[in-house]
Structures are given as structure tokens and as C-alpha cells.
């Protein structure tokens, strides 16, 4: 990775609006920067303006209000041809006319490269995604698979310092895609490109990138690495879409400082929790726990840590963890999930427990 | 395949071969499909298929030559057509009676205008003849008559001629008849001959048979009371001349054998007349040996004489030659109508490939509405668009008018954009372009618009990743409009018959011209043979160089 001091803002969103027709804006208020190298992945649910965004960047939509610069310039007027930005799209968009070699060549051709060259570019892009015997083959000849390493190539071969990809992996199957995640995510640390990554699957987004921009309603509702976005969600949106979530709502009683606060649940149950986004007395609240979080082995329980009563509505078996469904404080929704561990109890329905977790793990977000 | 020599076939379940099995599975399946397309399928056949067939056989089928002829074509097939002579006696003898039995029938100027098509003159020439043809009978009736005044009457005849054992003969006459007017000679015609007078007057009996059959079952008349016809004298006296018959007529007891053998008394009294010389007494062109050539060269029942004449040759005695260059029209209309074609179907695609993409690249509302734009001209007319476009294109017409108007054309010289080929190919293309832009369109729709982002995004310049990713994904539509219209082109009537004048017509205008018009059946079906042969021919080579495969009309 390149020294991220060096160019903090190599891609900067300022302050960019785009609306389709004139009445709605898609997106609003965009303010994004970006370092050289980094892996940036934006995430959100259909209509959240990220792949908007992802075509301004690349030129083919442009932006209604604001400025886009890349490496320092504005490129708003200039065509997509001339940025230079390498593109993936979702259904390859491998030119079915052509074969592997001629389509890797193209945007080397098209930048009148000499032959020699081009073909020395080509068998290196092919080998870099394990393709060296394809050459010859059409794209309709090629599995999904296939087409998306060469769809990849085809976007690196050029030597492009951005990288955009959208949704790339979303017509592959589960085992496919988690290989190609880890593949897609090694050339682009070892090739050291920026990379956008416009996804609606979390997981891609948590395991492949360095940053996360979470999309919804045309804002940017969190930008953070993985780490945080999962364990510290700014608002109940990201809270919700990350990962698996128990809520609770109430309202807050009583604010001890920036790290705790008292909530009385809906259900009449007082509980500490840490105060993220409520600032004063008698905001409702959403209370958010993450099903990791919570412990129902009352030995494991660590000091200061808050109990509510609860009944076992539902337990799965899953292998690795066991789920278990709760009613807790009214919510039938509560579920906690624990390691499939040799003391771990394997709770029947309708069996009461005692359940915990820390203050700092129980988050007040906006109701 | 090893079940066949290892295990022998395979078994299915209940012990049957596998492979009889499934084919008994399949039939019901198979009869089904065959009942749902069955009224379709014999629709096409009787109404499209057979015509067409029976069509495109008229152009080889020459038939009509040897069954109006059939006695003279076989007596001329010994004639040597480069000896500059007229034929033998022979010849003229039988046309004589194949002339006289046409004659009677009104086939002779069907048969005149068929051999007109070869050679101008002989429909007149058969049409004379055949009229004048009774007065050659006249020739031996007469004098017949004056010596054995029994012979006037029908029923001496009948009587003369009737007896048993003649059926042969009479059914070998009656084929004939069939041949000529085909399927009008069936029944009774209320006549035997008798075996004796058939051995004794043989070209006689024939002819009287000839004359029975035609007025039993074409006049409906009763035979026994009737008179024959002149020909039968005339075969009477040529039967008179050979010395053999004379002796056998004289030791001939059956019926009216006195009659004949005051007739063979009389020998001197008929006419030494021949043949040749009473035709030439009708016509002069009848010693003519061209028309002798002609009539050799298309007596077989089967010719290739209309294809040498679609493609600008004709029959001559030493086979095929090239027509004189005054006489040559046709090669000329093949090459101008599939020149036309091609400049007809580049027009369209220049001026339809642009509609196409814009009408695949717009929202599907708009396009839709546009489209209907596009479809307008096959609501309208076919003969009401071209007749729009005589009223625009002609010298004192809407676009003359307007240039004129303009100042871009002197009003002296306006130009001429009809009667000629820039009006075919105005009109044409107009009318043809609903099938240039159509599986464009179609082909278009199904080119994803991610190809031209991605070929952009590296690095192409609008124009280049048109020519290079979004273009050669739409060949295919252009080849399948390209392969609608041009065929569709070379096949069409009324747009260059209305606006074509004579430099703009096609060979389609000449085929309908020998349908109506000219009624030389057999030339338009060879015409139109060479036309299908040139278009399949053309399909292949498109097949082989671009691909059938490449062709989409959509999906």
C-alpha cells in the first residue's frame, strides 16, 4: 500500500447533487474523499444513490450540482474516455465479438500501443488472473467465473490508478464469490490501485474493504472501516444493515456522561447504556445489541455487566454457533447467538433465563 | 456402438428394443404435431406449392407440338434439317390429317401461337391453312361422289366401314384425340369397324375413326346416318393408289364392295394430286424449311427453348446460339433488376441504420410511438403509396415544384425523377425501408447500452467504440434486412411498373407482361425459374460467406 499521507484526497466527492428529473434529488449532498490505494466500498440497499455516484465518478452520468476531482482536478467535462478510469461492470460487458486476447487488447489498441507491447500486456493481465490458456476463447465460451477474472483483467490491463467496480460479483454463485472476493481484493493491494466497489452485500463489503461507505436515501449514513461500522454504528440504519441487531426502544432517563445513560424501556426495565446519538433527557431511543454480545452463561458474565429476565421462544442449531430466539423486555425478536461450546447449554422453549451484557456493547442510537 | 455387438440392443423394461419403444412413445406425440400443422400444411400445398410447381414446369413442357402433331412430328423426325429441302411427301401427308383433325377441334391455332413464340409468321400460316384445309378434301370427295354416288350418302359409309374385331383401332384414334383436347373423348361412339376393310383401307378406317370419335362424342350425333368428313376421301383415294389394294378391293366381297370396285374401275378419274403441292397452294411458307425447323426443334415434349429464350439465346438446327443483338432484352433486365435490388437495399441501409439505433435507444415510450411512425406505411395501400409518390416525383410534381421554388433547379430544366430508374429506386426504397429498420431494431434492442460504457470506459472515443463493439454486434440485423429487402426487390411488380417507365422496369414487369399480355406462359415460368434460381443461388453464397447464422431478426 502507498503511504496514505501522501495524496489524502486522490478522489474527492464536494459537495455533489445529481437528480434525474429535476424534482428528486438521488443524491444529496455528497462529500467523499479519498486516499491513493485505498479500498473503498459503497454499500447501501437499491436506490441508495451509490451506483449513481459510481457512474458520475466514471463519466457516464453527470453530476447536477458539486465537483468531482480526481488526483486534484475537476473532472466534471471530461468525457468518460479521457479519465483513464478503469471500470468493471456487472454483467462483465465482455464484447461478445471479440476473443479474450482481442478484448483485453482493445483499450490497449485504442491508446495505440504497438503490438508487441500489447501483447505483452495482454499475457501478463491474463496471467495475473490465472487466465494464460483463455486467449483464444470467446466469451460466451467462458463460465461465469471465468468471464469475471477476465472482465477484471480487461479493467486492469491498461494500468489505471482508479479502479470502479459494480457489483461485480453478484451473478456468481456463493463458493465462486467468496474466492473471487479474496482475489479481487489481493491484485488490488498488490497492484496498489484505488479501487471503488459499489455492493449491496454486506459481507463482500466488510471482508474486502479498508473503508465502507454506507448509502441510504442519497447520503452517506457512515464512512469507517469494517471494524467500526460493525461494532460502532453511528445511527440505527447502519446498526441495522450491518449485521445481525437486537433492538430495544425506550426512552433515555437519565445521561451519566458521554459514555453512559439510563433508558426505561418500553416494557418498564431501566438499562446503561452508552449514548451515541441521543444528547438529551427524554429522547425515545433504539437500543442497539449485537446477538454476539449478549451472554446467558450468568458464570461468564463479566463485572458491571446488566441482566433482564427473558424466555427461550426458539433454539436453532446452526454448527459453529446456536441461535437462540428471545422475548426480552416485549421483543420477540431478540436473538442471541452463542459458540457451540462443551458447557454451553442447549436452552429448550419456554425455559426462563437470565440474560446480560456490558454497558459499552449496548448502544443508544435514534429512535 | 457396443450394444450392438456385445450386448445386442438395448431392452427396455418390458423386454421390447429400446429404440422401438421410444419410437412407438414418440409417434402419438409426432401425429399430434402433424394434426395441429395439417390444415396449414395442405393449405400451402394446394394453394401455393402445386401452382407454383405446375408453374415452373411450364417452362420445360412442350407437349402440345407433338399431341396437336402427333403423326407429323414422328414422320419428320427422319428429316435432315440442314438439307435446305422441304420434307418428303410423307410428312406432308400426315400433316395433312393432324392439321385436319386440329382444324376441326380449333386446336391448330393454339398450337400456331406456340410456334409463333419461335418463329413469327407460323400462327397466320396455321390459321389459313386451316381454314383452307377442306378444299383439298374437296379435291377427292368430288370426284368420288360422281363415280360412286353411294359414297355420298353417311349410311353407306357405315355400313361400309362397320363389322367386328375393329376395336383397336378405334381406342388408338381416341387416345389421340385425348392427347390433343385432353379428357374429352370418353364414351360410346356407337361404331366397330370391321377387321377386313381396317387390313384393306387402312389410312381410310383411321381416318373415318378419326371422324366417327369427333362426331359421337364432341358433335354428339349419331355416326350411322352422318357423312363423313373430307379427310376421309382424300384417305380413301390415297389408299386407292397402291396397286395391291386395288387387287384386294377387287376380290372383296364385304358390304358395298361393288361401290369400291366402281372406284377402282375409275382410278383415272381422281386427282394425282400431292401433298406438298396443295400446301404450298395455301401457303408458300410451307416449303419453307425454317418452318420445318422450328416445328423439328420443338416436337420433343420437353424443351429448354423458353430458358435459351430467357437468357437472350435460341434453338437453332446446330443447338444453342445467341440471339441477334436486336432481338436481346432479357440478360439486360436480369442485371438492371439485381443492380437496382442492390442499390434499393444500400439506400435502405444507409437511411435506415440511423433510425434503427435511435429508435433502440430511446425510452420504450418514445420508441414506441415512433415506431408506429415506422409501421404507418404498411397500413396505407401498397398502389396508393406509389401513386403518392407519381404525384411528388413527376416533372410538374410537389418536389420539382419546391426546388424550382427554392431556385435549385431552373424551371426550364426540371428534373426528370420518373418514368425512369432514380424513380424505381426513389419509391422502392421508400416502401422497403419498414423491412430494413424492423430486425435492425430488433437486433439493436438485444445489444446491451453497457457495451458502449464499457468500450468508453477504455478509452474509446464515441466513434470507435461504435465501429468497434456496437456495430459488428448489429451485422447480424443488417443481414437479415439486407436479405429481406433485396429479395423482396427483385421480385417486385407494381412500384416499377407505375413509376419505372421503361429504363426503371424489372424482369418481374417482363413475366407479368407474358402472363397477361403476351400469354407465352411457358417464357414467364422460365423467367421466373432463372429469378428463384439467381435468389437461391444468392442465399447460398450469403449462407457461405456471411453465415445464416449471423441473420437475426430479433431475440
Given at each position: 500500500m502507498l503511504d496514505a499521507s501522501v495524496d489524502q484526497s486522490f478522489v474527492k466527492f464536494d459537495r455533489v447533487q445529481k437528480s434525474?428529473?429535476?424534482?428528486?434529488?438521488?443524491?444529496?449532498?455528497?462529500?467523499?474523499?479519498?486516499?491513493?490505494?485505498?479500498?473503498?466500498?459503497?454499500?447501501?440497499?437499491?436506490?441508495?444513490?451509490?451506483?449513481?455516484?459510481?457512474?458520475?465518478?466514471?463519466?457516464?452520468?453527470?453530476?447536477?450540482?458539486?465537483?468531482?476531482?480526481?488526483?486534484?482536478?475537476?473532472?466534471?467535462?471530461?468525457?468518460?474516455?479521457?479519465?483513464?478510469?478503469?471500470?468493471?461492470?456487472?454483467?462483465?460487458?465482455?464484447?461478445?465479438?471479440?476473443?479474450?486476447?482481442?478484448?483485453?487488447?482493445?483499450?490497449?489498441?485504442?491508446?495505440?500501443?504497438?503490438?508487441a507491447t500489447r501483447e505483452e500486456k495482454v499475457k501478463r493481465a491474463l496471467d495475473m488472473v490465472q487466465m494464460g490458456a483463455f486467449g483464444g476463447r470467446r466469451p460466451?465460451?467462458?463460465?461465469?467465473?471465468?468471464?469475471?477474472?477476465?472482465?477484471?483483467?480487461?479493467?486492469?490491463?491498461?494500468?489505471?490508478?482508479?479502479?470502479?467496480?459494480?457489483?461485480?460479483?453478484?451473478?456468481?454463485?456463493?463458493?465462486?464469490?467468496?474466492?473471487?472476493?479474496?482475489?479481487?481484493?489481493?491484485?488490488?493491494?498488490?497492484?496498489?490501485?484505488?479501487?471503488?466497489?459499489?455492493?449491496?452485500?454486506?459481507?463482500?463489503?466488510?471482508?474486502?474493504?479498508?473503508?465502507?461507505?454506507?448509502?441510504?436515501?442519497?447520503?452517506?449514513?457512515?464512512?469507517?472501516?469494517?471494524?467500526?461500522?460493525?461494532?460502532?454504528?453511528?445511527?440505527?440504519?447502519?446498526?441495522?444493515?450491518?449485521?445481525?441487531?437486537?433492538?430495544?426502544?425506550?426512552?433515555?432517563?437519565?445521561?451519566?456522561?458521554?459514555?453512559?445513560?439510563?433508558?426505561?424501556?418500553?416494557?418498564?426495565?431501566?438499562?446503561?447504556?452508552?449514548?451515541?446519538?441521543?444528547?438529551?433527557?427524554?429522547?425515545?431511543?433504539?437500543?442497539?445489541?449485537?446477538?454476539?454480545?449478549?451472554?446467558?452463561?450468568?458464570?461468564?458474565?463479566?463485572?458491571?455487566?446488566?441482566?433482564?429476565?427473558?424466555?427461550?421462544?426458539?433454539?436453532i442449531y446452526m454448527g459453529d454457533i446456536f441461535r437462540t430466539r428471545l422475548r426480552v423486555a416485549g421483543n420477540e425478536e431478540f436473538v442471541v447467538k452463542t459458540r457451540n461450546a462443551p458447557d454451553q447449554a442447549r436452552l429448550k422453549p419456554g425455559t426462563h433465563v437470565d440474560i446480560g451484557w456490558l454497558p459499552q456493547d449496548c448502544r443508544a442510537l435514534d429512535a | 456402438m457396443s450394444d450392438t455387438t456385445t450386448s445386442g440392443p438395448m431392452l427396455a423394461a418390458d423386454g421390447t428394443p429400446l429404440k422401438t419403444s421410444l419410437a412407438r412413445a414418440l409417434r402419438r406425440q409426432k401425429l399430434r404435431a402433424l394434426a395441429l400443422i395439417a390444415p396449414l400444411l395442405l393449405f400451402v400445398v394446394i394453394t401455393f406449392i402445386i401452382p407454383i410447381a405446375s408453374m415452373l414446369l411450364r417452362s420445360v413442357e412442350n407437349e402440345i407440338v407433338s399431341n396437336t402433331m402427333p403423326q407429323a412430328t414422328e414422320a419428320l423426325q427422319s428429316w435432315d434439317a440442314s438439307s435446305d429441302t422441304p420434307p418428303d411427301e410423307a410428312v406432308f401427308q400426315a400433316l395433312y390429317f393432324d392439321l385436319f383433325r386440329a382444324a376441326e377441334a380449333k386446336e391448330h391455332t393454339k398450337l400456331g401461337t406456340r410456334l409463333n413464340y419461335e418463329q413469327t409468321g407460323t400462327s397466320s400460316l396455321f390459321r389459313t391453312s386451316g381454314r383452307n384445309l377442306d378444299k383439298v378434301g374437296e379435291e377427292w370427295q368430288d370426284p368420288i361422289e360422281d363415280i360412286a354416288p353411294a359414297l355420298k350418302d353417311g349410311e353407306t359409309w357405315y355400313a361400309m366401314m362397320s363389322g367386328t374385331g375393329g376395336e383397336a383401332l378405334l381406342e388408338s384414334r381416341r387416345a389421340l384425340w385425348n392427347q390433343m383436347v385432353p379428357g374429352d373423348f370418353g364414351g360410346d361412339v356407337g361404331l366397330t369397324l370391321s377387321t377386313e376393310i381396317i387390313e384393306l383401307l387402312p389410312l381410310t378406317s383411321a381416318a373415318y375413326a378419326d371422324w366417327a370419335i369427333f362426331e359421337a362424342l364432341e358433335k354428339g350425333r349419331d355416326v350411322s346416318s352422318r357423312d363423313p368428313w373430307e379427310a376421309v376421301y382424300a384417305a380413301l383415294g390415297l389408299d386407292l393408289r397402291a396397286e395391291a389394294t386395288v387387287a384386294a378391293v377387287n376380290a372383296y366381297q364385304g358390304p358395298h364392295a361393288d361401290d369400291l370396285r366402281l372406284l377402282t374401275a375409275n382410278l383415272d378419274q381422281l386427282p394425282d394430286l400431292t401433298f406438298r403441292d396443295a400446301f404450298a397452294d395455301l401457303d408458300e411458307d410451307w416449303l419453307d424449311p425454317e418452318v420445318w425447323q422450328t416445328i423439328q426443334i420443338y416436337s420433343p415434349s420437353y424443351t429448354s427453348g423458353y430458358f435459351l429464350n430467357a437468357v437472350d439465346m435460341e434453338k437453332g438446327p446446330e443447338g444453342a446460339q445467341a440471339r441477334p443483338d436486336n432481338q436481346r432484352i432479357y440478360n439486360k433486365l436480369f442485371v438492371r433488376t439485381l443492380w437496382m435490388s442492390l442499390v434499393i437495399t444500400a439506400s435502405c441501409i444507409v437511411l435506415g441504420y440511423p433510425v434503427a439505433w435511435i429508435l433502440a435507444n430511446l425510452p420504450m415510450r418514445t420508441a414506441n410511438v415512433l415506431m408506429i411512425l415506422v409501421l404507418l406505411p404498411f397500413w396505407t395501400s401498397l398502389l396508393v403509396r406509389t401513386s403518392a409518390w407519381k404525384v411528388l416525383l413527376q416533372q410538374q410534381g410537389v418536389i420539382n415544384d419546391i426546388l424550382v421554388w427554392l431556385g435549385f433547379v431552373d424551371d426550364a430544366n426540371r428534373l426528370i425523377l420518373m418514368n425512369n430508374a432514380t424513380g424505381t429506386v426513389i419509391a422502392m426504397t421508400h416502401i422497403l425501408l419498414p423491412f430494413m429498420i424492423l430486425p435492425l431494431y430488433s437486433v439493436m434492442k438485444t445489444i446491451p447500452p453497457t457495451y458502449l460504457r464499457a468500450a468508453k470506459s477504455l478509452g474509446?472515443?464515441?466513434?470507435?467504440?461504435?465501429?468497434?463493439?456496437?456495430?459488428?454486434?448489429?451485422?447480424?440485423?443488417?443481414?437479415?434486412?439486407?436479405?429481406?429487402v433485396f429479395i423482396l426487390a427483385i421480385g417486385y411488380?407494381?412500384?416499377?411498373?407505375?413509376?419505372?417507365?421503361?429504363?426503371?422496369?424489372?424482369?418481374?414487369?417482363?413475366?407479368?407482361?407474358?402472363?397477361?399480355?403476351?400469354?407465352?406462359?411457358g417464357l414467364a415460368a422460365a423467367l421466373g425459374t432463372i429469378l428463384l434460381a439467381v435468389v437461391l443461388l444468392l442465399y447460398w453464397l450469403y449462407d457461405r460467406i456471411v453465415g445464416i447464422d449471423n441473420v437475426k431478426l430479433g431475440g
Open positions: 434525474y428529473d429535476g424534482e428528486n434529488l438521488v443524491v444529496k449532498d455528497l462529500n467523499l474523499s479519498m486516499p491513493k490505494g485505498e479500498f473503498l466500498t459503497m454499500l447501501g440497499p437499491s436506490g441508495s444513490g451509490k451506483t449513481t455516484c459510481l457512474m458520475m465518478l466514471a463519466g457516464f452520468e453527470t453530476a447536477t450540482h458539486g465537483e468531482i476531482l480526481l488526483d486534484g482536478n475537476p473532472i466534471n467535462n471530461i468525457p468518460p474516455h479521457k479519465r483513464g478510469i478503469g471500470m468493471v461492470f456487472q454483467n462483465y460487458a465482455l464484447f461478445p465479438h471479440m476473443t479474450v486476447a482481442e478484448n483485453l487488447a482493445f483499450p490497449l489498441e485504442v491508446r495505440k500501443m504497438d503490438k460466451a465460451q467462458l463460465s461465469g467465473g471465468q468471464q469475471q477474472r477476465i472482465a477484471l483483467a480487461r479493467a486492469l490491463v491498461f494500468e489505471p490508478e482508479l479502479v470502479l467496480m459494480d457489483e461485480p460479483l453478484g451473478a456468481l454463485d456463493k463458493q465462486l464469490r467468496e474466492h473471487m472476493q479474496f482475489e479481487i481484493t489481493r491484485l488490488a493491494h498488490d497492484l496498489g490501485i484505488t479501487t471503488v466497489y459499489v455492493t449491496h452485500d454486506q459481507t463482500e463489503a466488510l471482508t474486502m474493504s479498508d473503508r465502507v461507505a454506507v448509502f441510504e436515501d442519497g447520503r452517506i449514513q457512515q464512512l469507517a472501516p469494517p471494524d467500526t461500522l460493525y461494532e460502532e454504528p453511528e445511527n440505527s440504519f447502519v446498526a441495522q444493515f450491518i449485521g445481525e441487531n437486537n433492538t430495544l426502544e425506550g426512552v433515555v432517563t437519565k445521561i451519566n456522561g458521554p459514555d453512559l445513560c439510563e433508558v426505561k424501556l418500553d416494557g418498564g426495565e431501566l438499562i446503561d447504556a452508552k449514548p451515541v446519538n441521543v444528547s438529551n433527557v427524554g429522547d425515545r431511543t433504539r437500543v442497539s445489541i449485537r446477538p454476539e454480545r449478549v451472554e446467558m452463561n450468568q458464570e461468564r458474565l463479566q463485572d458491571g455487566a446488566h441482566t433482564l429476565k427473558a424466555e427461550v421462544l426458539e433454539f | 474509446a472515443t464515441n466513434w470507435t467504440a461504435f465501429w468497434r463493439v456496437y456495430f459488428p454486434q448489429s451485422v447480424p440485423g443488417i443481414g437479415a434486412g439486407s436479405i429481406l411488380y407494381i412500384t416499377p411498373e407505375i413509376v419505372g417507365g421503361t429504363d426503371g422496369v424489372f424482369i418481374s414487369n417482363r413475366i407479368a407482361y407474358h402472363i397477361s399480355s403476351s400469354l407465352n406462359w
